[in-house]
């Protein structure tokens, strides 16, 4: 059962930025073949992706919310996978969740929180 832990989480001012962090752990195959994702759940609110970068790292996806704001990047050789987030809005707020996937097998890891208020 892969292991992920996000870091990095916080209060924060709008306009501001935050990068969080999610450490993988006990994997059966190599990192890098994991497809890596991060998700958002706002309070009354289903999860959503927020971004996504292939096993390769070669592809990225984000929500249209995010675009031009969040970038999502992996170190293969660390076994993380992180998240930007410059121009931080106050409906930015949720409780963020890193997510690894190969084939049909998905872990997710605890979430982090990230609160955007002045």
């Known amino acids: 059962q892969v292991q992920l832990v996000e870091s990095g989480g916080g209060l924060v001012q709008p306009g501001g930025s935050l990068r969080l962090s999610c450490a993988a752990s006990?994997?059966?195959?190599?990192?890098?073949?994991?497809?890596m994702s991060w998700y958002r759940q706002a309070p009354g609110k289903e999860r959503e992706l927020v971004a996504e970068i292939t096993s390769a790292g070669g592809s990225t996806i984000f929500a249209d919310s995010v675009k031009g704001r969040f970038t999502i990047s992996r170190d293969n050789a660390k076994n993380t996978v992180y998240l930007q987030m410059n121009s931080l809005k106050p409906e930015d707020t949720a409780v963020y969740y890193c997510k690894c996937s190969r084939l049909r097998y998905e872990a997710w890891g605890q979430g982090t929180q990230v609160t955007v208020s002045s």
């Open positions: 006990r994997f059966a195959y190599s990192f890098s073949s994991y497809a």
